[in-house]
């Protein structure tokens, strides 16, 4: 696991305690999985369209 510093602006820091808050999740758990999902989005746009068919069924039912 790495340590990160991150100077974000003070709405964004409120939102993720109040998303933190209302999941139960860490705000590390939280930045991780926005990470995940942005990734997994900007891999579907240059895939083949079947492909993402399939990945995004997957990540539905994941949800």
């Known amino acids: 696991m790495e ?5 974000l602006p003070e709405s964004t820091v409120r939102m ?3 998303l933190a808050r ?5 705000i590390g758990a939280m930045v991780q999985e926005m990470a995940l ?10 895939a083949d369209p079947v492909k993402t068919d399939e990945v995004e ?3 539905q039912q994941q949800a």
């Open 3 to 7: 340590k990160l510093t991150l100077l």
């Open 16 to 18: 993720l305690h109040l």
């Open 22 to 26: 209302e999941t139960g999740q860490s």
């Open 37 to 46: 999902d942005r990734y997994m989005h900007r891999l579907m746009e240059s």
């Open 57 to 59: 069924t997957v990540l």
